[in-house]
């Protein structure tokens, strides 16, 4: 094979230091062109973003707030809008060079290319370093600031209990309803949601009526107005009233509206809360559903709460097959718990001949009941109910004993922490953010009504675990913090913090200041105990900000 030789490379001197390059139109090496044309001329090397610390957002210009993590992609994008002269050359590559993250400084290299002379494109690399000013964002501004609402939701329901709030907070925080609300706060009967726009109250009041039966009723205040524009300021209010009624509360329909409702029996239990009531009669396992119209033409009032329940012992159980979904007509047999005890100190306030006596009931809950089980219900016998309507029924059509829920004594006497836990809101005076460490906006009044609260709470956590359709509703999220030992707060233990999962409830054993010993190992747990399942939780993010409720 015949060499060819390469063509030769004609060089030039540098018409500055005299190197030997090859020719271009300037006849000058890299280094002595960089040292007499500046491609980056008119861009500044340092420059400033405004950070709000209260929402964690940084200004985007010129006037939009925007989420971004550190050196992300959003915050890089907001650093080189604050840059002017960029668009006079062409940006290759640019990221962050990594600083202490209490310095309050951002350094990003820049490599841009520009075309000096005809022909001759220079590249160069070059750092610019941000301050990060603290500042306020205009939403910050206005939740720092008192009475700068614009529009108030009020919240209210008539019951002597809190269960219904608790409940609304957590439907509220898994469909982020509480993302426009500037704050929150807690009043008697109810909450109050406060907006610095009328739509988003506007919003809340739709998202109310879609979860809970509710009426509602808007009215509007005028602050000014100016004639001239014919422009006005108001402030608007929307009150929103929850039915007060509960689940496994007992109801007494009146006749003339049972009579509407499919002729249903107007001794009825409540099954299900949602934008509508669903009411059973657990001797036929009629269903009917009263929607918020339907109540509130004549409306009426809970005979009982689940406060008023009483603990039963089941003796026998005779399904009679009539089904009706996950409930099970039966014929039970029962008795008051402890009403076969040769102990007579540990029998019940009832007179001796009630307490050892057993009484016959039909009940929905054949599908689940098993002679032995405990169980929940409202004693009629002796009950006394300031209702006219109640009082109407015939004395047949009243039985002794309606049977609510299925109980777990034994397991609730195990000192056993929970695994799981709430998130909270933290809307209150001087919190930051949306979630928060404290109980939530439901209880923070504090004074006498504080050990309520916190049996409500007990009530709605052995609700969760008790009901899972409920516990689909809500997010429950992995507890990582559990404490072996820490009691449950429902025997009486020697260890006792209130805490999510160790809770004070006022029991009869607790209202003396007496030790109760908690229960051995040795008493057998029921094996149906609804425990919540690994899947149904969630991880716990930090960057979520959650904390035990």
């Known amino acids: 094979m015949e060499f060819v030789p390469a063509p030769a490379v004609h060089r030039v001197l540098c018409a500055d230091c005299g190197t030997p390059i090859v020719p271009n139109s300037a006849n000058l090496c890299v280094a002595c062109l960089r040292n007499s044309v500046d491609i980056t001329e008119g861009i500044p090397k340092q420059a400033s973003v405004s950070y709000c610390r209260n929402c964690e957002r940084f200004l985007s210009p010129p006037s939009t707030w925007t989420i971004a993590r550190p050196e992300s992609q959003e915050l890089l994008a907001i650093c080189l809008k604050k840059l002017k002269g960029l668009n006079k050359v062409r940006l290759t590559e640019a990221h962050f060079i990594w600083t202490e993250p209490h310095s309050k400084r951002l350094r990003v290299s820049l490599t841009i290319q520009k075309e000096v002379l005809t022909n001759t494109i ?69 909450l109050d949601f406060f907006y610095s726009s009328r739509s988003h109250a506007q919003k809340m009041v739709e998202f109310l009526n879609g979860v809970v039966p509710v009426r509602s009723k808007a009215s509007e205040q005028l602050l000014s107005t100016d004639t001239h524009t014919n422009t006005a300021n108001f402030k608007y209010t929307y009150s929103v009233e929850i039915i007060p009624i509960c689940k ?111 009484f016959h009931t039909r009940t929905h809950l054949g599908g689940i009941l098993q002679p032995g089980d405990t169980a929940m219900g409202y004693f009629l016998t002796n009950a006394n109910f300031n209702s006219d309507d109640f009082a109407a029924l015939p004395a047949h059509r009243v039985p002794d004993i309606v049977l609510v829920k299925k109980a777990y004594p034994n397991r609730r006497k195990k000192n056993k922490p929970r695994a799981w836990k709430l998130r909270s809101m933290a809307k209150e005076e001087g919190e930051e953010g949306e979630t928060g460490a404290g109980r939530g906006v439901v209880g923070r009044m504090g004074g006498r009504d504080q050990k309520k609260v916190d049996e409500d709470y007990e009530l709605f956590l052995r609700e969760l675990e008790e009901d899972e359709e409920m516990r689909g509703a809500v997010n429950l999220y992995r507890a990582k913090d559990v404490r072996m030992g820490a009691g449950s707060g429902l025997a009486g233990g020697k260890t006792r913090k209130k805490v999510q999962h160790a809770m004070d409830v006022d029991e009869g054993a607790m209202e003396e200041d007496v030790e109760v010993p908690a229960a051995t190992d040795e008493e057998e747990e029921e094996p149906d105990f609804p425990d919540v399942k690994l899947n149904e939780l969630l991880e716990d993010f930090d960057e979520m900000t959650l904390e035990e409720a």
């Open 122 to 190: 220079l590249e160069q690399v070059f750092e610019i370093e941000y301050l990060v000013q603290y500042g306020q964002c205009p939403d910050c501004t206005k939740l720092a600031a008192k009475n700068t609402w614009k529009a108030l939701v009020q919240v209210r329901q008539k019951v002597p209990h809190k269960r219904t709030f608790l409940f609304l907070e957590q439907l509220i925080l898994k469909h982020g309803a509480q993302k426009d609300t500037i704050s929150v706060k807690e009043v008697r009967d109810g």
């Open 248 to 358: 496994d509360d007992l109801v007494c329909i009146p006749p003339k509206l049972a009579r509407q409702l499919s002729n249903i029996s107007p001794l009825t239990i409540c099954v299900r809360v949602g934008n509508s009531l669903h009411l059973l009669d657990p001797a036929t396992l009629q269903v009917c559903e009263v929607t918020s119209p339907i109540y509130w033409r004549s409306p009426f009032e809970s005979l009982a709460s689940v406060t008023d329940l009483v603990e039963f012992t089941v003796l026998d159980v005779e399904p009679s097959g009539t089904t009706r979904g996950k409930y099970v007509l039966a014929d039970a047999q029962v008795a008051l718990s402890g009403a076969f005890r040769s102990h007579v100190d540990d029998a019940m306030d009832y007179d001796t001949a009630m307490s050892s006596q057993i």
